[in-house]
């Protein structure tokens, strides 16, 4: 599995959702049942009010990954996600390696974001309310980022609901989806390596990012 510098990874979009609430035990301030893109606009603009109160935030990784993991990650469905990502290779997975598959690539998102959150104080986010014409439960919303050193960044939102929330299954920023990254190069170690080599690597690579902060993804082949 080649590695590279995470290009992906270090767009903005799960950033602002990583660093939601730092202030610890500040829960998120939402209406009951918000739709999809008053639940994203909300979550955002706290972000980014609270890294301009406290830009030294950014720099506490043991804060923001306790926090995110206890009040962020629930608004991303990890186990859609991963399906999607393993596709064919999802339904030939046994239960314990789709739990292990998933934790690892929750791991493997996680580490590289929180490695690299910097930076959002002149920021602004604008979401657009959801695009017609989805299926019932789904929901596409846009995202228009604002940014004072550069043009503005386009990012689709894909939820769904389940159990009467809404969860992001997909995001792509200016055309780059996270699952087509990941899924081609996921397929080629599984041909070569097989479910079980794929987790293995997954699980060396969280360990070395944990341990030196490396902003990795794997390489998509063009």
């Not at 999809?36 to 980014?48: G, I, K, M, N, Y």
């Not at 604002?146 to 995001?171: C, K, T």
């Amino acid at each position: 599995m080649t590695l590279q510098p995470g290009r992906f990874l270090r767009v903005r979009w799960l950033k602002w959702l990583l660093t939601c609430c730092l202030l610890a035990g500040t829960p998120l301030q939402l209406q009951a049942d918000p739709g999809p893109e008053e639940l994203l606009q909300t979550v955002t603009d706290q972000v980014l009010e609270l890294i301009r109160r406290d830009p030294d935030i950014l720099v506490d990784q043991v804060r923001l990954r306790a926090i995110a993991s206890e009040l962020i990650l629930p608004h991303i469905d990890f186990k859609t996600l991963s399906r999607w990502v393993l596709g064919k290779n999802w339904r030939r997975a046994t239960p314990d390696q789709r739990n292990r598959f998933i934790l690892q690539f929750r791991e493997l998102l996680l580490n590289s974001y929180l490695r690299s959150v910097t930076g959002y104080r002149d920021n602004t986010v604008q979401f657009q309310p959801p695009r017609s014409g989805q299926p019932d439960g789904r929901a596409l919303v846009v995202a228009e980022i604002s940014q004072p050193s550069g043009p503005p960044i386009h990012a689709e939102f894909r939820m769904h609901r389940v159990d009467n929330h809404w969860l992001i299954y997909d995001v792509a920023v200016e055309g780059i989806s996270l699952v087509a990254t990941h899924r081609s190069s996921f397929a080629r170690e599984i041909s070569s390596s097989g479910i079980a080599g794929l987790l293995d690597r997954l699980e060396e690579m969280n360990a070395t990012d944990a341990g030196q902060g490396t902003d990795t993804v794997v390489k998509s082949e063009k």
